[in-house]
């Protein structure tokens, strides 16, 4: 028996098929960009809380290349970005996933041309790349405060602190 592929995998959208893709997306658009590299709750509360800002949630996310050159460690990211795309994709919350390999989103976000422009509470809106420009288009930018206190590296530190002990 052969299985169809997952529908989500129809959200992962390479970035020079976006401007086709962005047409059939209803508006108000929302945008987000970021690593992703081990999903944990704050991740989907916080990509939940975006959607809820428009009618579709496009998500940027950072190459394997962008993320070493974030400095975040040596072995990061630890899931590849395909990987990365594919379970963010199957989240109800995320209507597409593209990329970008640039250190910013900033060209990604002016061919995106979104309607709500969204970071997490570390950001304040005056430091979002792409914040001036998204309020000059007349849109919203929003800085959304963390819900919970976890990230991938904490994660990361807690496994690597149990090594060895299993």
């Not at 914040?131 to 929003?142: I, K, P, Y």
Request: charged share 25%; glycine share 8%.
């Amino acid at each position: 028996m052969v299985y169809p592929s997952p529908s989500f995998e129809d959200k992962i959208c390479p970035p020079e098929q976006l401007a086709e893709r962005l047409a059939a997306l209803p508006r108000p658009l929302v945008f987000t960009n970021g690593c992703f590299d081990i999903l944990h709750r704050g991740h989907v509360t916080y990509l939940a809380q975006a959607r809820a800002l428009g009618a579709s949630l496009v998500l940027g996310l950072n190459t394997d290349a962008s993320v070493k050159r974030q400095g975040k460690g040596d072995d990061r990211p630890i899931n590849n970005e395909l990987n990365r795309a594919a379970v963010l994709a199957a989240l109800e919350s995320v209507s597409l996933v593209t990329w970008f390999d640039a250190d910013t989103p900033a060209e990604l976000i002016e061919q995106i041309k979104p309607d709500v422009l969204v970071k997490g509470g570390d950001w304040t809106v005056d430091k979002i790349v792409g914040s001036g420009e998204t309020l000059a288009r007349g849109g919203q930018v929003h800085s959304i405060p963390f819900l919970f206190d976890t990230s991938t590296t904490k994660t990361l530190l807690k496994i690597r602190a149990n090594e060895g002990k299993a």
